[in-house]
């Protein structure tokens, strides 16, 4: 069964500092789909990256970047010179592989989230 | 601008009341998700639907019901068999459920309490 943890329930920095947001997985598909997505006071969930399991590349966006290793079930994120407006709840996501119609192919399987706030 | 609309914001439910959340996309997506969500509960799945005129069962269906008439709109209801309906619930969109590396691009939410 496909499951996500976030063992961080809440992080506080203060604005520039460096912060790190875990996230295991565990699935036993061998192709699998991860994402992160930020969900700001408002409300909405916005979507930041997608990685699959054939890549093991670390991706750098701006402030953002993400660590995947396979070996350790991980995807973690990292927010570089935090600033005020990252301050959200920050969701970790799993998706299966493709499959027969009627599974449940495309569904996401969420964290719990982890609520950052980033002091002046 | 292409997007989700979820409406409306804010709910309010009597009790044994039936309520139904609209959500309408025009991204001409093929699947459609309904989420709840509660402190610290992270996001659980209701109702999904990968095609017109199909849905399927999350993991916590129970006191709820949708319908995929359209390929733009998934509109959720809320039983009165639902005992604790108060939450935030989220609708979700994708290109296709038939890949599961599409991301899943979400409405602003409706907010259900109980009067």
């Known amino acids: 069964a496909q499951k996500v943890t976030q063992a961080q329930t809440e992080i506080s920095v203060v604005e520039k500092e460096d912060v790190t947001l875990d996230c295991v997985y565990e699935?036993?598909?061998?192709?699998?789909?991860l994402f992160w997505y930020k969900q700001p006071p408002s409300g909405e969930l916005v979507f930041l990256i997608r990685?699959?399991?054939?890549?093991?590349q670390n991706e750098i966006s701006g402030r953002y970047s993400w660590n995947f290793q396979k070996s350790t079930s991980s995807f973690n994120f990292t927010i570089t010179a935090s600033q005020v407006v990252d301050s959200a709840v920050y969701f970790c996501a799993l998706s299966e592989a493709q499959g027969k119609r009627g599974s449940t192919l495309g569904r996401l399987y969420f964290g719990r989230g982890t609520q950052l706030t980033v002091w002046p | 601008d292409g997007g989700i609309t979820q409406s409306p914001k804010y709910l309010f439910r009597k009790e044994g009341q039936n309520v139904t959340l609209s959500c309408e996309q025009n991204l001409n997506h093929d699947a459609m998700y309904w989420y709840r969500q509660d402190p610290g509960q992270g996001l659980r799945l209701i109702y999904y639907?990968?095609?017109?005129?199909?849905?399927q069962k999350g993991d916590i269906a129970e006191g709820y019901s949708v319908s995929r008439e359209k390929k733009e709109s998934f509109p959720l209801t809320v039983t009165s068999a639902q005992k604790n309906p108060t939450a935030f619930y989220l609708c979700?969109?994708?290109?296709?459920?038939?890949?599961?590396?599409?991301?899943?691009?979400f409405g602003d939410g409706t907010r259900l309490s109980i009067l």
């Open positions: 990685r699959n399991s054939f890549d093991e």
């Open positions: 979700a969109s994708s290109l296709t459920g038939a890949y599961s590396n599409q991301p899943q691009h």
């Open positions: 699935t036993r598909d061998t192709t699998y789909y």
């Open positions: 639907s990968q095609i017109v005129n199909d849905f």
